[in-house]
T-cell receptor, first 116, second 112 residues
């Protein structure tokens, strides 16, 4: 069975500092991996996805993530935090085979706070 | 705007009642997924439909059911509601199974 662990339910950074949100996954096959962001009272917005192409994936709003198979990790980074980045971030995994349906298994989420 | 529309946005109902949540997927998307988000369980996959057929089931209670209609919109029916069913229910859609999913704004269900 697939699972996702996000290390740290709350992360606080200063504006302009590096953002690092950690995600480790467990999967019996090389999975598809996703990062979603959820702003208060909103739905989930896709930040970026890994689907077995380049291991360094660039997403929207300056975020990127690197797939590291040996570490079973898919950490999310952004070089310089902005106040508007404050939100909850979810890492998710799905089975890459179409006959498995593509359902997402989510981590518990990491709430990012950005201090001025 | 993701293109996925969920109605209603908010729903308050009493225990024991039945409600229906509606989802209109993005134009052209054949796959619809339902998720439940609660403080204690986090984001949990409930059920998936693809082009009108059920394709995958997750942690969906027997009191809950869903369907996808010929025009591809989907409904999630929740019956014999309990306090613990209070949660945010999301619908997501994708073109194909396994491709990126786009989420609606959710329906916040409060059972009192």
């Amino acid at each position: 069975a697939q699972s996702v662990t996000q290390l740290g339910s709350h992360v606080s950074v200063s504006e302009g500092a590096l953002v690092l949100l950690r995600c480790n996954y467990s999967s019996s096959v090389p999975p598809y991996l996703f990062w979603y962001v959820q702003y208060p009272n909103q739905g989930l917005q896709l930040l970026l996805k890994y689907t077995s192409a380049a291991t360094l994936v660039k997403g929207i709003n300056g975020f990127e993530a690197e797939f590291k198979k040996s570490e079973t990790s898919f950490h999310l980074t952004k070089p310089s935090a902005h106040m508007s980045d404050a939100a909850e971030y979810f890492c998710a995994v799905s089975d890459p085979f179409k006959n498995q349906g593509g359902k997402l298994i989510f981590g518990q989420g990491t709430e990012l706070s950005v201090k001025p | 705007d993701s293109g996925v529309t969920q109605t209603p946005k908010h729903l308050i109902t009493a225990t024991g009642q039945r409600v229906t949540l509606r989802c209109s997927p993005r134009s052209g998307d054949l796959s619809v997924y339902w998720y439940q988000q609660s403080l204690d369980q986090g984001l949990q996959f409930l059920i998936q439909y693809y082009n009108g057929e059920e394709r995958a089931k997750g942690n969906i209670l027997e009191r809950f059911s869903a369907q996808q209609f010929p025009d591809l919109h989907s409904e999630l029916n929740l019956s014999s509601l309990e306090l613990g069913d209070s949660a945010l229910y999301f619908c997501a859609s994708s073109v194909e199974q396994g491709t990126e999913a786009f989420f609606g704004q959710g329906t916040r269900l409060t059972v009192v």
